[in-house]
C-alpha cells in the first residue's frame, strides 16, 4: 500500500476513533456481544443481525475480485451479497465493513472493500467503515496481548507476527498491519518498507512454513443462487395467489434473475 495513503488512513482514524468506537459498541449490545471479545463467526453474527434490518444475505461467487460485497436497500427491503471469490478472510472483513453500512449508513448504496484500490478511500463513508470493521474484528485489549504473545514466538520477526495475528483473528494482512499502527504497537520508521507490500502468495507461503492454516487464503466459492431463485419463486407464488402479480410477470423476473446471475458470476 502507498504510504501517503496509510497514514491518510491512520490520521482518519486518530480523528473520529471516539465516534467510531461508540457504533461498534453500539452495534455489539444490538447482538449482545462484549465489545473487547473477539468475533469467531461473524458471517453467523451479521446475518441474524441483518434480517432484523429487512436484510438477506447471500454469498456468490462475483468475477470482479475488486468487489468484496455489495449492499443495497430500497423500500424496505435490502440485501448483502458477499463475493465468496475472494479469500475468506477478505469476506469476513467484507462483512463487518457492510454492518457498518446497514446499521450506520446511507439508505441506498453499493461498496466494495479492498484495501488496494486506488480510489477507495475517497469517500468518507468508506474510511469509517473499514475502521468500524477492524474494531470490531480486531478489539483492543485482545489484539494488544495477542501481539505480545505472537511477537515472542516470532523471534521479535514482525512480519511473522503479523501473520500470526492474521492467522489468528482470520482478517486480511492490511487489516492486521493498520490496527497495529492505529494501536502505536509499532510505528511507520521501526519497519522495512517492503513489511507494507506483501502479496497474497508470500501470505501463504508464510503461513504454511509456519504451520498455520493456509486454506484461509483461498475462497470458498460458495454459491446460494439456487437458495435466492427458491426464494423468489415461493414469494412470488404468494403474490400470484394473492392477484399482486401474474404468472407471466413471475417467469420473467426469474429469467431476468439468471441472465443477471450469469453476467455477474461470468465464466
Not at 523471534?155 to 511473522?160: I, L, S, V
Not at 506483501?198 to 446460494?224: A, C, H, R
Request: proline share 2%; aromatic share 14%; hydrophobic share 40%.
Amino acid at each position: 500500500m502507498n504510504l501517503d495513503r496509510l497514514r491518510k488512513i491512520i490520521a482518519y482514524s486518530e480523528n473520529n476513533r471516539d465516534s467510531i468506537h461508540t457504533r461498534v459498541k453500539n452495534f455489539c449490545s444490538f447482538v449482545s456481544l462484549e465489545t473487547d471479545s473477539p468475533v469467531l463467526n461473524i458471517l453467523q453474527i451479521a446475518r441474524s443481525a441483518f434480517e432484523k434490518k429487512g436484510y438477506f444475505v447471500f454469498e456468490i461467487p462475483v468475477e470482479d475480485y475488486e468487489i468484496g460485497a455489495l449492499c443495497y436497500k430500497r423500500t424496505g427491503l435490502g440485501y448483502v451479497v458477499l463475493n465468496t471469490s475472494l479469500p475468506r478472510v477478505n469476506v469476513n472483513f467484507a462483512i463487518a465493513h457492510e454492518i457498518y453500512h446497514v446499521f450506520f449508513g446511507n439508505d441506498e448504496f453499493v461498496s466494495k472493500v479492498e484495501f488496494f484500490d486506488e480510489h477507495y478511500y475517497e469517500r468518507e463513508e468508506e474510511f469509517e467503515a473499514n475502521i468500524f470493521a477492524g474494531i470490531l474484528l480486531l478489539p483492543e485489549s485482545g489484539f494488544r496481548r495477542m501481539y505480545a504473545k505472537f511477537k515472542i514466538e516470532s523471534g521479535t520477526n514482525e512480519f511473522d507476527t503479523l501473520i500470526r495475528l492474521m492467522s489468528y483473528f482470520q482478517v486480511p494482512y492490511m487489516a492486521v498491519l493498520i490496527r497495529c499502527l492505529e494501536l502505536n504497537l509499532f510505528s511507520y520508521n521501526s519497519l522495512p518498507a517492503d513489511l507494507f507490500n506483501y502479496d497474497s502468495k508470500v501470505i501463504k507461503q508464510k503461513m504454511s512454513e509456519l504451520w498455520l492454516d493456509d486454506t484461509i487464503m483461498n475462497s470458498s466459492g460458495k454459491d446460494d443462487y439456487r437458495h435466492i431463485e427458491e426464494l423468489v419463486e415461493s414469494r412470488g407464488r404468494e403474490f400470484i395467489q394473492a392477484g399482486y402479480i401474474t404468472e407471466h410477470v413471475l417467469s420473467k423476473i426469474l429469467e431476468n434473475m439468471r441472465n443477471l446471475f450469469i453476467r455477474i458470476k461470468g465464466k
